[in-house]
């Protein structure tokens, strides 16, 4: 379950700005819970801001850890470190929450905390 949830969470920071794996890969109540000037985005919102989502230039998840949850339930958590294309850097400490649905896993809720400058 690790092996595959750290996967799944690869590809959403590897394809930030592709609507339709995220499309996909959240379920119809997901909220994602990111620092001003986003805040909690519901399903429509989410997908809104990955469609004008820049990407990441490189990016590591460290620290990775699972904890399952109910049948066909798990959370995860890990500390993030990225690069925009224009160069800035970001890291966050990550919280995110999955169902098994169709198809695999599915994004129901997910939380960064900003690290350092980024929390600023």
Known sequence: MTDDLYEFERQL??????VDFYSERLVEEAVLVFPAPFGLLDREATLAAVSSSAGWREFELDDFRVVPLADGSAAAAYRASAVRPDGSSYAAYCSSVYLRGKPGWQLALHQQTPIGEAAE
Not at 13 to 18: G, K, P
């Open 13 to 18: 920071w590897e394809r930030a700005n592709d």
